[in-house]
Structure formats: C-alpha cells, structure tokens
C-alpha cells in the first residue's frame, strides 16, 4: 500500500509559481523539498490538472502541514488569555494574485499557435489535393461557389478538430510542448469538448473565420486583451492559460516556426 501511494505521489504532475516565473511540471515530491528549502514560500501558487485555479500553497491540503506553526510549550500565563478570533487572510484575487501568477504573455501564444498551423499546413495541402481530384467532375459547380473560400474555411474547422483531439490526448499541441503553453481543463467538464469549443471560439474571436482584414482586427483585440492583463475572449471564465517561457525556449519556438514555414512552402511547390 504504502508503494502504491508513493507511486501516485510521483506520478503527480505539479507547476508552481515564485514571483512572475512559473516553473514545472514536476513531482509532489519536488514540490515538498521546495518547500522545506524555502524555495517555494507560503504565499507561492501551485496547480495540477484536475483543478480549477491556480491555488495558495499553503491553502492546499497536500502541502498545508508545511506551513503550520507549531504551538509553543510554555508554563500556563498568569492571567486567562483573551481569545480573539483567528481570521485567514483569503487567496489573493484579481490584481493582487497576478503579483504571484504567471503573467499573460500574449506573444509565446502567438508563436505556439503559429508552429502549430505550421505543422499543419502540409497535411492540409495534401487533403486539398485529394479533394481536387474527388470532386473534379463538379470543379465547375464548386468554382461558382467559390472553392477556395470554402476549402480555406473547411479547413480551419479541421484544423480545430486536430488540434482539440491532441491537447485531449496528449494534453498539449506540438506547439504548445515546445513554447510551454498550458492550457488547464475546468474541473469536472469533459476535456474534448472543453478544447474543440474552444478552438472554435479562436477561430472566430482571433482568426475572424478567415475574412480578410478581419481577422487582422481581431488578432489587435486578443493581443491588447493579454496585454493589459485580461483573458483572451475566448478564454473568458476558463482557468488562466499559463505562457512564460524563458528566452531561449521562446527563441527556439520561433525559428521552428519558420523552418516549418519553408517545409511547407516546399510541399506545396511540389503539390503543383
């Protein structure tokens, strides 16, 4: 029993937070060792999937024993006490707990989004041309209605579905695993479903479903949003998205982001 629990222990994936720097994943473990060296103090946040909110140290059950004081031992005073009640400052809120949380950084989100599409867009390439050679007896009928508008938004909607299956599966994109993006689950909603709405929600509130210049307004939007400390509009009452990478991570991110851009420029130079 007691190595059953020692392995579920272990097995806890855990992200805190001292300071502005998030840091993790790591295990429960880790975070106890933190704690009695100090690194992690009472007022630091922690999270792990499965909960709703980044959470006080201090306040969580699994680490509040660390930060109890010990009631001292001494002879009983001359006069009875006057017993005042004891009142626990609540977790910091709104301003005051972006003091502890990871600060929301609109351009690592950028550039994870962006390696994502990246990725993406040869395997989309290569579906547009199966799809030519489908339905090429009714190319004209398609041209009438205009195929590359509706291929283009076809495939942002698939797009949606890949990226949501993944984070569902695997808990991250490949653009996300490599800018350090987290994106948590409500508690208690179902993961596939949570993504793939949201995905939907990016690709109207953010890409403004491909309408030109559209969606160059709307990229403004959820930049100056993040900037100025607000949740994106389609994160609006989920759990904050953690995105604070370091330089080198972020760096790294970026020219990933244009060699996946000359790969695909090269498949579809070869598609033609």
Same mark, same amino acid.
């Given at each position: 029993?007691?190595? $059953?629990?020692?392995?579920? *222990?272990?097995?806890? $994936?855990?992200?805190?937070? /001292?300071?502005?720097?998030?840091?993790?994943?790591?295990?429960?473990?880790?975070?106890?060792?933190?704690?009695?060296?100090? #690194?992690?103090?009472?007022?630091?946040?922690?999270?792990?999937?499965?909960?709703?909110?980044?959470?006080?140290?201090?306040?969580?059950?699994? +680490?509040?024993?660390? +930060?109890? #004081?010990?009631?001292?031992?001494?002879?009983? &005073?001359? !006069?009875? &006490?006057?017993?005042?009640?004891?009142?626990?400052?609540?977790?910091?809120?709104?301003?005051?707990?972006?003091?502890?949380?990871? *600060? !929301?950084? &609109?351009?690592?989100?950028?550039?994870?989004?962006?390696?994502?599409?990246? !990725? !993406?867009?040869?395997?989309?390439?290569?579906?547009?041309?199966?799809?030519?050679?489908?339905?090429?007896?009714?190319?004209?009928?398609?041209?009438?209605?205009?195929y590359s508008a509706l291929f283009g938004l076809a495939a942002m909607f698939a797009s949606a579905v890949l990226l949501a299956t993944s984070m569902t599966l695997f808990g991250t994109t490949p653009g996300k695993a490599v800018v350090? /993006?987290?994106?948590?689950?409500?508690?208690?909603?179902?993961?596939?479903?949570?993504?793939?709405?949201?995905?939907?929600? $990016?690709?109207?509130?953010?890409?403004?479903?491909?309408?030109?210049?559209?969606?160059?307004?709307? +990229?403004?939007?959820?930049?100056?949003?993040?900037?100025?400390?607000?949740?994106?509009?389609?994160?609006?009452?989920?759990?904050?998205?953690?995105?604070?990478?370091?330089?080198?991570?972020?760096?790294?991110?970026? /020219?990933?982001?244009?060699?996946?851009? /000359?790969?695909?420029?090269?498949?579809?130079?070869?598609?033609?």
């Amino acid at each position: 029993m007691l190595l $059953v629990e020692m392995g579920a *222990r272990n097995m806890t $994936v855990w992200y805190y937070a /001292v300071g502005q720097e998030r840091e993790g994943p790591v295990d429960q473990d880790k975070i106890e060792k933190l704690i009695v060296g100090g #690194v992690i103090g009472r007022d630091a946040y922690i999270w792990r999937k499965g909960m709703a909110d980044w959470q006080v140290v201090a306040d969580h059950p699994d +680490f509040a024993a660390f +930060f109890r #004081v010990p009631t001292p031992v001494s002879a009983p &005073p001359a !006069l009875p &006490p006057t017993h005042a009640p004891v009142t626990r400052a609540e977790p910091a809120t709104g301003a005051a707990q972006l003091a502890y949380a990871p *600060r !929301l950084r &609109p351009w690592p989100r950028f550039w994870a989004r962006m390696l994502d599409n990246m !990725l !993406l867009w040869p395997f989309l390439e290569v579906g547009s041309r199966a799809a030519m050679i489908t339905f090429a007896p009714y190319a004209d009928a398609l041209q009438t209605l205009g195929y590359s508008a509706l291929f283009g938004l076809a495939a942002m909607f698939a797009s949606a579905v890949l990226l949501a299956t993944s984070m569902t599966l695997f808990g991250t994109t490949p653009g996300k695993a490599v800018v350090g /993006v987290l994106v948590p689950v409500p508690a208690g909603g179902s993961a596939f479903s949570f993504y793939l709405a949201r995905e939907f929600k $990016v690709l109207f509130f953010a890409y403004a479903l491909g309408i030109p210049l559209a969606f160059i307004v709307t +990229f403004i939007i959820q930049y100056l949003r993040l900037a100025s400390g607000r949740p994106a509009m389609y994160d609006e009452y989920n759990p904050p998205v953690i995105a604070n990478p370091g330089k080198l991570r972020l760096t790294v991110a970026i /020219v990933l982001v244009f060699v996946a851009f /000359v790969f695909a420029v090269l498949v579809k130079a070869v598609l033609r």
